[in-house]
């Protein structure tokens, strides 16, 4: 890892690779139990028993080429994933985890360098369209053309990567990385097209005229749940989404020249995620005072708790128990303070239910100049606008029937956050894959059957 006072400054990776020497080590506490629920799972499916067995004895491509077969982007799984460490299951005395993310990273990156790509697609007369080049796109596209399917991305940004390029800071995933990752989904002979969003540029229709047997929509969740705190109109007042799209548009230098996002010097997030603990990292980076502003206990805080600990040491304030009132101005409309209920513990009915409710008159305030708001994601309006016709579900994302894995439409997939309602990228990268599945599945039934399915313009139900 970067040392402290770098860390705190750098937008470049903190964590670093493992040796060698370090990787096969931390392989070989791996417990290797002969029953599969004694081992640790991979929602990927990845047999990271097996991948552990390679590698102590050295291979680290035949270790790599095992972890490939389930996994498509271990580059970047190498860096997201929820699940870094386990305990060490052999030994109850033991407290040192084991450090499986770092494992695979060692992995991806040295496994990588040794192999050889090279276009491998065999047409085989079926085009599949995927919308959206976020992990459950390209999740979804890797696997597709893997089966040999001519595979085209509709990426409506200027570059492809979705909410890994875009909400994700650069010092947790390297944009070189990720780029790395999609060269290699490239290479498997997808296209993919930019600046072309469905809806403005090309329609559904259009997708099934040019040919198309089947459109994936993968395009993620809409934006951030409104607040019921007042003031959140006025300037300086960013949400996650916002100041992370626009942090990671440009690189540091531009930032600092331009103002897309105006941060003043005390910065309050508010949140308990991921990505509360991201922006509060990132304005430290720029060198503001941050503050970070939760309801919770710490031990509460929803995000990785490893964020919460990397937010601390970089010198982010922790205030926790603390809920958002009510955000004030200066003349200017611009943003002077925010007000709080200080939040606790109690037991209202008396029954040991306990529950975290406001101290009565306990408000405090606290100084800001910039607050950054972080909140669930809801549902894609757009794609509600754009595809009446779908069908939804009650908490308004994409219904899909389970076992097809289709949407209300023939021929039109689901997958990633417009499905799952999350916002994890692991689940993402999950329902792409099972996606892709589904796909194949169906085409190949259609394909079997000689039915021609792409004379139509219009797609019916």
Known sequence: MQPLEKRKKSFEEFELTLSKKAAVEEARRFPQGNRKEDQAQCPLGTDIAAVMRILREGDVTAAYKKLKEENDFPLICARVCPEPAILEKDDAFSSTPIRVRGIERFIAEQGREKQFFQRSLKPTGQRVAIVGSGPAGLSAASQLARRNYQVTIFEALASPGGKLRYFLPSFRLSKSVLDMEIQDVRLLGVDIRCHCGIGRSITLEDLFAQGFAAVLLAVGLGGAVPTLASGTHFGGVYHAEEFLFQVNSLTSEGFAKKSAVKLGEEVVVIGSDDKAADCARMCVRFGKKVSL???????????????????????????????????????????????????????????????????????????????????????????????????????????????AGMSSERRIFAAGDIVTGTESIMDAFVSGKKAAQKIDQYLTQIKDQHVKTTQSPRYSR
């Open 293 to 403: 502003v939760f309801a919770q206990t710490e031990e509460d805080f929803l995000a990785h708790s490893k964020g919460l600990q990397y937010a601390k040491e970089e010198g982010v304030q922790l205030r926790p128990l603390a809920q958002l009132k009510e955000i004030t101005a200066r003349e200017k409309q611009w943003v002077k303070s925010i007000r709080c209920s200080q939040m606790d513990f109690a037991d209202p009915q008396g029954d040991g239910h306990w529950q975290i409710l406001p101290v009565p008159d306990a408000d405090f305030e606290m100084a800001a100049d910039t607050v950054i708001l972080t909140a669930p994601r809801g549902p894609n309006r757009f794609l509600r606008q754009l595809l009446p016709e779908l069908r939804y579900t009650d908490e308004g994302t994409v219904w899909v029937d389970e076992g």
